[in-house]
Structures are given as structure tokens and as C-alpha cells.
């Protein structure tokens, strides 16, 4: 169950392409759509959130060590909040931010939990996990934002259907959760659990770095190519 947890992990981050990008064919169709349309929009909503394997990564992270499911719905919650809010003010708003930057910030989230469950916070006057994964969600709403800001999208219907699409963002995250937390529950089991927790972290450490590091390497050539 050990090995499986953490191929969990890798699989979360099996390259570039996995990003949580909009697919071609997703996004000619939002350019195309004219009108409220709540089914595919929550559709596409649901499938950004389970390919989005940056956020997969950091939710990982953050019911790594939560045994109780009332602390588990706490941090969820506090996780969907921030990152519904900067989704919606992204879009509608029209807040646009370096995709690049935001996504490096967003690797930078998955190392900061990496490093909170390994203990390396502890002894902080006034810190407050909850109030960080909130900070994060805002991050992480953003970088959804971002994605949707890259397509032509119609003002017919647009409030209906970026709401439509948060709610399926909603749903994707307990669907990944859900599998989460029961490849974390299982693993739990194993009287091996306390040492493999720590590798299983500091491998989260990495690829958090990894993603931190590739879109920044993408930001500076975007950045030279100008």
C-alpha cells in the first residue's frame, strides 16, 4: 500500500502536459459557446480539478495528516473558499496575472505543506495552517483564472457559466479527494506508515519544486522572447 501511496504522488505530477491547462478541444468549445450552458460547464469544471494535478498535489498534502473528518472538511473548505473567490473575481473581474508566476507560486504552496507536515514550522509564534491554506486557495483560484483568461469567452451567459464551472471545480475536488483519502487511509494501516511519511513528503517537497521551477523557467523565456 506504500508503494501505491507514493506512486499516487508521482502520478499526480507525470509531466508538463498533465498541467491544468484547458485542453484544445475544451477550450475551442468555450470560445465557440454562446449562452448559459450549466451541464457542460460544470462537466468542464469537474475535469479541470481531477487533471489538475498542482492542485491534486496540495490537497494531498493538506489531508496528509488529518485523521478526523471534521478537520478534514475545515481545511477543504477553507481550500475551496479561497480558491472559488480569486476563480470568480479572476474572471469576471478581469484581474489578469502572469500564468506563469501564479503557477510557479502554486508549486511554492505544495512545498510550503511538504515542509509544514514535516514539522518545519513548529515552535512559530502566531501561525496559523488554516489561514495559509487559505492564502494558498487564493493563490490556486488564480490559477485557474488564468486558464479561463486565455480563451475568448462570451459575455452571454458568462456569470451563469464561470459559476456553473466553479461548482464543477467543487465537485472534481471531493471526487479526487475522495480516492485521496482512502489511498492515504489504507496506507495509514501500515505499521510502516511514520517512516514511509516522511520519504512520501520530502518526494511532495520535490515535485513542488519541480513545478515551482518550470514555470518559472517558462515566465523568463516568455519573458526574453518579447
Partial sequence: MARAALLLLFSLAAGPAAAHGVAGGDAEWMAGASGLAVGPWLYLGAKHMVTGYDHLLFLAG????????RDVALYVTMFSIGHSLTLLFGVLGGLHLSPYLVDAVVGLSVVWK?????????????????????????????????????????GD??????????????????????????????????????????????????????????????????RAAA
Fill in 62 to 69: 493538506v489531508v496528509f495528516f488529518l485523521y478526523r473528518l
Fill in 157 to 222: 451567459g458568462l456569470i451563469g457559466n464561470i459559476l456553473s464551472f466553479n461548482l464543477g471545480v467543487e465537485i472534481g475536488q471531493l471526487i479526487a479527494l475522495s480516492l485521496i483519502l482512502a489511498a492515504i487511509t489504507l496506507w495509514r494501516a501500515s505499521p510502516r506508515f511514520a517512516g514511509q511519511a516522511v520519504a512520501a513528503n520530502v518526494v511532495l517537497m520535490a515535485l513542488g519544486f519541480g513545478l515551482c521551477f518550470f514555470q518559472l523557467g517558462g515566465y523568463f523565456i516568455e
Fill in 114 to 154: 511538504a515542509l509544514d507536515n514535516l514539522g518545519a514550522f513548529r515552535g512559530l509564534r502566531h501561525y496559523d495552517t488554516r489561514a495559509a491554506v487559505l492564502g494558498f486557495g487564493l493563490v490556486h483560484g488564480f490559477g485557474l483564472a488564468t486558464k479561463l483568461q486565455d480563451v475568448a469567452l462570451s
